[in-house]
């Protein structure tokens, strides 16, 4: 009886969240059909389309469960089936001189874009997700980090937003700068690992250059996507702290400090790592966390009116401007530093 009125009440908002799902994956591949490649992913278009969805009519309390357990529940599961392509061996096998530029870069990277956002008047946790999306791998980032932080709907799907729409400007950016600079194609690669967001426009970006650029760009950009856990879980640590500190609490415990998706993240990604995991599930399992990852994004627009994206839209243009600008520096002066620049 309650698992029926259980799924009742959440059916009808996540059949919602399915169906602005698959006008963005068939958006997704109109696009690809008429411009050769998709430049705007489904998991950005999922939003976009929720968004006006949303602001053109408002949901009734019919549909509030089950948006907002796709919102926050199936994030979390797409977070968990997220380890699954994770390999810990790239680290590895990457090199010490690369792998210390790209932690240095993600790190400093975010220190700076969490300062910017700060200093132009974003909220705390706002400028937590810029950081995290410009510093590391974009919407994958922020859609990990969210839940951890406990991020309202609406700073998830403006920093999603505004992160994808101008990370595909360094996109196109990236041929012409590597030109001007009289970069290599190795060094040009790794240009690119370093500061774009998604691993298809890595491939996007550093086609123009060369094999050797896309097989070294990608490289980088594993290894960059890899600091997502280290990320995430000092980010949980110190919320843990910070809530237990406001209530004089000091107990330890993983479960405690970690959220239970990211214990999971955690252990699928170790037992990929140590290929305990075959690549026949690997696969599928990568497959479900994007589908999922999609329907959730869909349901994070759902819960946003596109009036408070657009309040809040100069002030986030310029953090993430100013944080790109900041992220390209900073991977500049690491392509110096390990002597792949002139």
């Known amino acids: 009886m309650k698992a029926g009125l259980y799924l009742s009440t959440r059916l009808p908002g996540s059949l919602l969240c399915v169906g602005v799902a698959i006008l963005a994956w068939a958006a997704e591949r109109a696009e690809a ?21 949303r602001t053109m009519w408002r949901p009734g309390p019919t549909f509030a469960s089950g948006i907002r357990y796709s919102a926050k529940t199936l994030l979390e599961a797409a977070v968990v089936l997220m380890g699954a392509t994770v390999n810990f061996q790239a680290l590895v096998a990457s090199g010490a001189p690369l792998i210390a530029a790209v932690i240095v870069t993600v790190m400093i990277a975010i220190a700076a874009s969490f300062m910017l956002g700060r200093i132009f008047g974003l909220n705390t946790k706002m400028s937590m997700l810029v950081a995290c999306g410009n510093g590391i791998c974009g919407n994958s980032a922020i859609a990990a980090v969210a839940p951890v932080i406990e991020a309202d709907s609406d700073d998830v799907a403006t920093a999603i937003a505004f992160t994808a729409v101008l ?40 086609g123009p250059l060369g094999t050797v650029a896309v097989q070294v760009g990608t490289l980088v950009k594993l290894v960059r996507v890899l600091m997502l ?15 237990d500190a406001a209530h004089r609490r000091f107990t330890f415990s993983v479960t405690g400090f970690l959220p239970a998706f990211i214990v999971a993240f955690l252990l699928l990604a170790t037992i990929r790592s140590l290929n305990l995991l075959p690549a026949e599930v690997a696969r599928p399992a990568g497959i479900a ?23 809040a839209g100069p002030r986030v243009t310029t953090v993430v401007t100013l944080s790109l600008l900041a992220l390209g520096t900073i991977a500049l002066a690491a392509l110096h530093i390990i002597g792949l620049a002139a």
């Open 167 to 206: 990370g595909i400007g360094v996109v196109l950016l990236i041929p012409p700068i590597a030109g001007v600079l009289q970069l290599s194609a190795y060094a040009g690669g790794i240009l690119a690992g370093l500061t774009v967001y998604a691993v298809p426009q890595v491939l996007a970006a550093a």
């Open 229 to 243: 856990g280290p990320i995430v879980t000092c980010l949980a640590i110190f919320r843990r702290r910070a809530v």
């Open 33 to 53: 059909a008429m411009f050769g490649k998709a430049w705007i992913e489904s998991l950005v278009l999922a939003i976009l389309i929720g968004m006006a969805v």
């Open 289 to 311: 966390s994007h589908v999922l990852t999609v329907i959730a994004m869909a349901g994070l627009g759902l819960e946003v009116d596109l009036r408070s994206v657009f309040v």
